[in-house]
């Protein structure tokens, strides 16, 4: 069993930034992926960003050039930086992850971020 805790959402004023970090129960290295999802109310949940365990990065048009995601190893955590911050990026942002083995995929509890205009 996997467990991903997310940290780090709060309220933030436009133009704002906000790190959110994603803590693994295990080494980070077991996983093929690792991503950041959000769900705004009334919307479908959608991916912000992701990246592999060779270090490929992918993002949502939405938040490119805004917002960077990393591996912390030494943490085995995810983190994802979100930097000029808008009040569309609001909503409940998810850790999820796919273990390379097994190929399961895994969700954190969700983090709230709120982005006022």
């Known amino acids: 069993q996997v467990q991903l805790v997310e940290s780090g959402g709060g309220l933030v004023q436009a133009g704002g930034s906000l790190r959110l970090s994603c803590a693994a129960s295990?080494?980070?290295?077991?996983?093929?992926?690792m991503g950041w999802y959000r769900q705004a109310p009334g919307k479908q949940r959608e991916l912000v960003a992701a990246?592999?365990?060779?270090?490929?990065?992918s993002y949502a048009n939405s938040v490119k050039g805004r917002f960077s995601i990393s591996r912390a190893g030494a943490k085995n955590a995810v983190d994802l930086l979100m930097n000029n911050l808008k009040p569309e990026d609001t909503a409940v942002y998810y850790c999820?992850?796919?273990?390379?083995?097994?190929?399961?995929?895994?969700w954190g509890q969700g983090t709230q971020v709120t982005v006022s205009s």
């Open positions: 990246i592999t365990s060779g270090g490929s990065t």
């Open positions: 999820n992850a796919r273990t390379r083995l097994t190929d399961l995929e895994y």
């Open positions: 295990r080494n980070i290295v077991t996983f093929s992926a």
